[in-house]
Structures are given as C-alpha cells and as structure tokens.
Nanobody
Framework: QVQLVESGGGLVQAGGSLRLSCAAS????????VGWFRQAPGKEREFVAA????????MYVESVKGRFTISRENAKNTVYLQMNSLKPEDTAVYYC????????????????WGQGTQVTVSS
C-alpha cells in the first residue's frame, strides 16, 4: 500500500510558476514510477508528466514540454512538478499516481492515487 499526498497548488497569474509536491508513504517509494495527471472541469483526466523509478527517464505531454519539469527525491519520498510559464488552460486538479518501476501515460495502469491539488491560472 502506498499513500500519496499532493501539495503546492493555488491561484497564480498567467506566466507565473508553481511547484507541486507528491509525498509518499508506505512501501519502498524508490521502486515506483510516478505520474502526474490533471483534470479540468468537464474534461477527462489527462496525462501530464511521469518519471521512472530511477529518475533517469521522464516523459511529458506535448502541451507542457519546455514549461514543466518532473523530478524526484527518493530520500524524501517526494516527487515534484515544477510548472513555469503557466497558462489559463493549465487550470485543473492535479493528481499524482504510482505504479511499479516504469512510468506510463495511461491512467488505468497506475495503482495508487492522491486526492489532488487545485491549480488555477488567471488570465
């Protein structure tokens, strides 16, 4: 069992930055890949970024490449999503999720999910 808690969301103006954190407890966190997903009102959950268990490989949805950076600090059981140059279309609830070892863009392939943190970008 892995418990995940997201934090760092909030209200920011377009062009601003936020750093989301995903803190994990439970099983050995370093053996898990972590993905970030987001869901805007009336839309389906969307893949944002993911990082392999060793942290050496990352992937992003095209719309955030060059603006968002995912990283992990296994000693702190934490994964971060640094979000720069935020746009109003980034507004959503952001969730982190884990699965063993290798990351995926598919939400159904993740086993554990956090409760989400709201990110609102004003124009």
């Amino acid at each position: 069992q892995v418990q995940l808690v997201e934090s760092g969301g909030g209200l920011v103006q377009a062009g601003g930055s936020l750093r989301l954190s995903c803190a994990a407890s439970g099983r050995t966190f370093s053996s898990y890949a972590v993905g970030w997903f987001r869901q805007a009102p009336g839309k389906e959950r969307e893949f944002v970024a993911a990082i392999h268990w060793r942290g050496g490989s990352t992937m992003y949805v095209e719309s955030v490449k060059g603006r968002f950076t995912i990283s992990r600090e296994n000693a702190k059981n934490t994964v971060y999503l640094q979000m720069n140059s935020l746009k109003p279309e980034d507004t959503a609830v952001y969730y982190c999720a884990t699965r063993p070892y290798y990351s995926s863009r598919v939400a159904d392939e993740y086993d554990y999910w956090g409760q989400g943190t709201q990110v609102t970008v004003s124009s």
